[in-house]
């Protein structure tokens, strides 16, 4: 715990921001806020665990808010005709092989992660627009599908809940799986991996597989939020908060290194900096700079020249010790 916390520090600013934003921002600190907040970021945070995934791999994925949209879309318009089991398995299926298109196209075809999940993004967008008519689709959803995001399990929101099971899996394939750990080899260095014996094409398929199963799984969750599916509005920018959740928590996006419980306390400090600018009457557009300057502020931070940099200048600045008199005139 101890080597966690001194390899995590983003865990310190985040409690260091609760104890501001607890003085500073009244009703903050108030047990339904910080519920409410927790709700409400869980889905970022599902999306940001498979964002993690495929940024250890050295990749990234910008079609996870269009796989978002088209998740509510799909489980609010097959509602309307079909049993609600029946939406929630298509979106995850078409989440899925979504994720799967991408990876394979970049391990296949040796494409660049941006450009390929840039066009899918866009596919996946003008699908979800296509199928909603560019319209809200209401459907007959079942109270039932509405507990995914106001029920509670053991007394946490379900969400929550979610969110949290789904983080403590994929910590546990990451540290403790052969895939987990080829998904940190690759990222650190894909021709040793591939030497090492590594599947690197495989295990880029599966990252983006994954990615894009759990983006639909916030969809599903965000459906019952919304009660209703939106293709136009839903996940937009969700893929720029994911990836600032992942690199504010010191996931390298060069791949190979980092913690998913950074990635975590990242997606917690963006829900938390917009309950805190909601509560202090700040306005919206402003949050949108603090992320932007958050990410900027994080790439900087974990930037390995700049520490070495830190670390050689404190070397330097620390004081030589002075030896014993009887040891100098010896």
Same mark, same amino acid.
Request: glycine residues 12%; charged residues 10%.
């Given at each position: 715990?101890r080597?966690?916390?001194?390899? $995590?520090?983003?865990?310190?600013?985040l409690?260091a921001?609760?104890a +501001?934003?607890a003085v500073?921002?009244?009703g903050?600190?108030?047990a #339904?806020?910080?519920?409410?907040?927790l709700? $409400?970021?869980?889905?970022l945070?599902?999306?940001a665990?498979?964002m993690?995934?495929?940024?250890? /791999?050295?990749?990234i994925d910008l079609?996870? %808010?269009?796989v978002?949209?088209?998740?509510t879309? !799909?489980? @609010?318009?097959l509602?309307?005709s079909?049993?609600?089991i029946? &939406?929630i398995?298509?979106? !995850?299926v078409?989440?899925?092989?979504?994720?799967f298109?991408?990876?394979?196209?970049? @391990? %296949?075809?040796g494409?660049q =992660?941006?450009i390929?999940?840039?066009? #899918?993004?866009?596919m996946?967008?003008?699908l979800?627009?296509?199928?909603s008519?560019?319209?809200?689709?209401f459907? /007959?959803? =079942?109270?039932?599908?509405?507990?995914?995001?106001d029920?509670?399990?053991?007394g946490?929101?379900?969400p929550?809940?979610?969110?949290a099971?789904? +983080?403590?899996c @994929?910590?546990f394939?990451?540290?403790?799986?052969?895939?987990?750990?080829?998904?940190?080899?690759?990222?650190g260095?894909?021709?040793?991996?591939?030497?090492?014996?590594i599947?690197?094409g495989?295990?880029?398929?599966v990252?983006?597989?994954?990615?894009?199963?759990?983006?639909?799984? @916030? %969809?599903?969750?965000?459906?019952?939020?919304m $009660?209703?599916?939106?293709?136009?509005?839903?996940g937009m920018g969700?893929?720029?908060?994911a990836?600032?959740a992942?690199?504010?928590g010191?996931?390298?996006?060069?791949?190979?290194?980092?913690?998913?419980?950074g990635?975590?306390?990242g997606v917690?400090?963006?829900?938390?900096?917009?309950?805190?600018?909601?509560?202090m %009457?700040?306005?919206?557009?402003?949050q949108?700079?603090v992320?932007?300057l958050?990410l900027? &502020?994080?790439?900087?931070?974990?930037?390995e020249?700049?520490?070495?940099?830190?670390?050689?200048?404190r070397?330097?600045?620390? =004081?030589t010790?002075?030896l =014993?008199r009887a040891?100098?005139?010896g």
């Amino acid at each position: 715990m101890r080597s966690l916390l001194l390899e $995590q520090p983003i865990i310190f600013v985040l409690i260091a921001l609760i104890a +501001a934003f607890a003085v500073f921002a009244d009703g903050f600190a108030d047990a #339904s806020n910080i519920s409410n907040v927790l709700r $409400q970021t869980s889905m970022l945070g599902i999306v940001a665990i498979g964002m993690s995934i495929v940024v250890l /791999t050295g990749g990234i994925d910008l079609s996870v %808010g269009s796989v978002v949209a088209l998740s509510t879309v !799909l489980v @609010a318009g097959l509602a309307n005709s079909y049993p609600p089991i029946i &939406g929630i398995n298509v979106a !995850l299926v078409a989440g899925a092989l979504i994720g799967f298109a991408n990876g394979v196209l970049i @391990a %296949g075809l040796g494409l660049q =992660p941006i450009i390929v999940t840039v066009s #899918s993004m866009a596919m996946v967008r003008g699908l979800a627009m296509w199928i909603s008519e560019s319209r809200p689709i209401f459907g /007959t959803l =079942p109270k039932d599908l509405f507990l995914l995001f106001d029920g509670r399990f053991l007394g946490i929101p379900l969400p929550v809940f979610i969110f949290a099971a789904l +983080a403590l899996c @994929a910590m546990f394939f990451l540290g403790n799986t052969r895939t987990g750990r080829a998904i940190y080899e690759v990222g650190g260095n894909e021709e040793a991996a591939s030497l090492a014996g590594i599947r690197v094409g495989a295990t880029k398929v599966v990252a983006y597989t994954l990615c894009g199963f759990l983006a639909s799984i @916030a %969809g599903i969750v965000l459906t019952a939020r919304m $009660q209703s599916g939106d293709g136009v509005r839903t996940g937009m920018g969700w893929e720029l908060d994911a990836i600032a959740a992942v690199a504010v928590g010191g996931i390298s996006l060069a791949g190979g290194r980092g913690h998913l419980i950074g990635a975590i306390c990242g997606v917690l400090i963006i829900g938390l900096l917009a309950n805190a600018f909601n509560l202090m %009457g700040i306005n919206p557009y402003w949050q949108r700079i603090v992320v932007g300057l958050v990410l900027a &502020g994080a790439v900087i931070a974990y930037n390995e020249r700049l520490r070495a940099w830190f670390s050689r200048a404190r070397i330097t600045a620390a =004081p030589t010790p002075e030896l =014993p008199r009887a040891d100098r005139a010896g």
